[in-house]
């Protein structure tokens, strides 16, 4: 009797059960669920700072790269205003010994010598030749150092007037005219410590004038006779790859 009367009982325990487990599991997979979207989520957000982060070492190194560029650039300039700087005192005096030789009396029959160039003109048109390439007017630097080589040959400062017109006419795009400066640059004065730069320089601009031959012969001239320089090292390196 005891077991009839609870029967009824038992049975809706039993059909519960199943319910009771369905509803747990349902409850565990939407808590997955939720986990998995949460760590989704998570791992977009730790992409996206990577990408980013990736992009902005990229940039980081470009702007590292362009300053030390500028930075080179800055040194060679000062560099050479120093040698100017020398050469204006060394000048000064060669003026005023010049003028001093003036006022000394002649000879009746002294014979009238042929005119020379005046040193402070000299030094006047290489400074305002490298002003303007400081000032980053190529083109118009680029012509006042042509017209330096042209009015004084003998001068000092031919070296630089070709080394520098040489740069200036690369930066205004005139390559021909910079292929031409440099070479020159290099075969007249090979022991100048700037060859190497220069000849590298000339490998450049000769490419841009799509004139391969030429530009190769200056990588082997670059390679073999400065192999120890920094450039002649990339030299040799280039001429492996080709």
Avoid at 111 to 128: Q, V
Avoid at 152 to 165: D, E, K, T, V
Wanted: aromatic letters at 8%; charged letters at 30%.
């Amino acid at each position: 009797m005891r077991l009839t009367r609870h029967l009824p009982a038992l049975a809706l325990l039993c059909l519960a059960l199943p319910a009771s487990a369905g509803l747990f599991d349902d409850e565990e997979a939407r808590n997955r669920v939720e986990q998995l979207r949460t760590e989704t989520v998570e791992l977009s957000k730790r992409a996206e700072i990577a990408s980013r982060n990736q992009l902005d070492f990229a940039n980081q190194l470009e702007t590292i790269k362009s300053d030390l560029a500028k930075l080179r650039g800055q040194i060679e300039v000062l560099t050479y205003e120093l040698d100017a700087a020398q050469k204006r005192q060394k000048d000064f005096y060669v003026d005023l010994d010049s003028r001093l030789r003036k006022l000394e009396p002649q000879p009746v029959d002294a014979k009238t010598e042929t005119a020379k160039i005046d040193p402070a003109a000299e030094t006047r048109d290489y400074e305002a030749a490298l002003a303007g390439l400081k000032g980053s007017k190529f083109r118009e630097a680029g012509a006042s150092f042509l017209a330096f080589i042209k009015t004084y040959p003998a001068s000092s400062l031919q070296a630089s007037a070709h080394y520098w017109g040489g740069y200036a006419h690369a930066q205004a795009k005139d390559h021909a005219k910079a292929a031409e400066l440099f070479g020159s640059f290099a075969a007249k004065w090979p022991a100048d410590d700037r060859v190497p730069g220069a000849l590298e320089s000339q490998v450049t601009s000769l490419e841009m004038l799509k004139d391969f031959k030429a530009a190769r012969a200056a990588l082997e001239l670059l390679a073999e006779k400065y192999a120890a320089s920094d450039a002649g090292k990339r030299a040799k390196l280039r001429l492996k790859k080709k």
